[in-house]
């Protein structure tokens, strides 16, 4: 059972530069996340989703975007990357956030240089 | 906003203490979750408490919640190395989206033999 799958692990971007980050989970949850953590600090919400067609912003959603076409799927877009959006990025599912916790994936550290 | 705030940030305890995490919130909730993360790995599922008065424990952690006092504790019983991680609170909260989980910056838990 893979759960959630997060690639890539490690990326070292350049500013300026766009990546996408993947994010795949395989329990059928509705509910999908997209998590920052910064050194030494607590997790910060991106983007989330509710279900497949269905994503709104969370707490800091500025120079990010994301899709959900899919309930599989939920990719995190960085455009013109910066050295602030250096961080771990989490991706996690859930069932449903009333009744269950969420899964994570297994982070993507990303470094703007 | 929502605020989740724990305290101790720091923690080092000798092996066979006993010490309790506490983690207050600031608004409506009755949806919290407890996480533990280990150095460069991902979250994993320790606790959902989902009433006031609800108590949860497995092995030498003891999760509870009460929700007047909008507070949170995880007891740790007779520590053990193996105990040593970063633990964080997480609340969703219907005034801000039970959908978005709002976490705490973590207590980071050094267990000294």
């Known amino acids: 059972n893979a759960g959630v799958t997060q690639t890539p692990k490690f990326r070292i971007l350049k500013i300026g530069q766009s990546m996408t980050l993947q994010c795949t989970q395989d329990?059928?949850?509705?509910?999908m996340y997209w998590y920052r953590q910064d050194p030494g600090m607590g997790l910060k919400l991106i983007y989330y989703s509710v279900g497949a067609g269905i994503t709104d912003k969370g707490e800091v959603p500025n120079g990010y975007n994301v899709s959900r076409s899919t309930t599989e799927d939920f990719p995190l877009r960085l455009e013109l990357a910066a050295p602030s959006q250096t961080s771990v990025y989490f991706c996690?599912?859930?069932?449903?956030?009333?009744?269950?916790?969420?899964?994570f994936g297994q982070g993507t550290r990303l470094t703007v240089v | 906003e929502l605020k989740v705030e724990q305290n101790p940030l720091f923690l080092s305890m000798q092996e066979g203490k006993n010490y309790t995490i506490y983690c207050n919130y600031s608004?409506?909730?009755?949806?919290l979750y407890w996480y533990r993360q280990d150095p460069g790995k991902s979250l994993e599922s320790l606790f959902v408490l989902l009433s006031n008065g609800a108590v949860k424990q497995e092995g030498r952690l003891m999760a509870s919640l009460d929700t007047k006092a909008r507070l949170s504790t995880l007891h740790i019983t007779a520590a053990v190395h193996d105990l040593s991680a970063t633990y964080f609170c997480?609340?969703?909260?219907?005034?801000?989206?039970?959908?978005?989980?709002?976490f705490g910056t973590g207590t980071r838990l050094t267990i000294i033999p």
């Open positions: 997480a609340v969703g909260s219907p005034n801000f989206g039970n959908e978005k989980l709002t």
């Open positions: 996690a599912s859930s069932y449903s956030i009333g009744i269950s916790e969420a899964f």
């Open positions: 608004t409506t909730s009755d949806r």
């Open positions: 329990m059928n949850h509705n509910y």
